[in-house]
């Protein structure tokens, strides 16, 4: 089985900045594309930005400027930096990854999701 892990969410003030990471544990034979959604409360998940196996980032217009993700493939990890953060940042952040690897034996490509870190903005 193949798990994303996320950490380094929390309640940071208005101007802040705090950084997210996501683990890819498991029988993994490669990581595509990576990335960050995020859902605030009554709202539809919506992707904040993502990268693919090559390099290329792609972010919401929302973000653009202030968050900015990379991705380590040694580590099999992805980090979303967020800088200038408002109150309307506030949600919980999804780690998704297009992952070819193994489940229950069988090699497949399937999109991954991590359980999701709240990240509160006061203002």
């Known amino acids: 089985q193949v798990r994303l892990v996320e950490s380094g969410g929390g309640l940071v003030q208005a101007g802040g900045s705090l950084r997210l990471s996501c683990a890819a544990s498991g029988s993994i034979f490669s990581l595509n594309a990576m990335g960050w959604y995020r859902q605030a409360p009554g709202k539809q998940r919506e992707l904040v930005a993502d990268?693919?196996?090559?390099?290329?980032?792609n972010y919401a217009d929302s973000v653009k400027g202030r968050f900015t993700i990379s991705r380590d493939s040694s580590k099999k990890t992805v980090y979303l930096q967020m800088n200038g953060l408002k109150p309307e940042d506030t949600a919980v952040y999804y780690c998704?990854?297009?992952?070819?690897?193994?489940?229950?034996?069988?090699?497949?490509?399937?999109?991954?999701w991590g359980q999701g870190t709240q990240v509160t903005v006061s203002s």
């Open positions: 998704n990854a297009d992952v070819l690897g193994l489940w229950d034996g069988i090699p497949r490509r399937n999109q991954c």
């Open positions: 990268t693919t196996s090559g390099g290329s980032t």
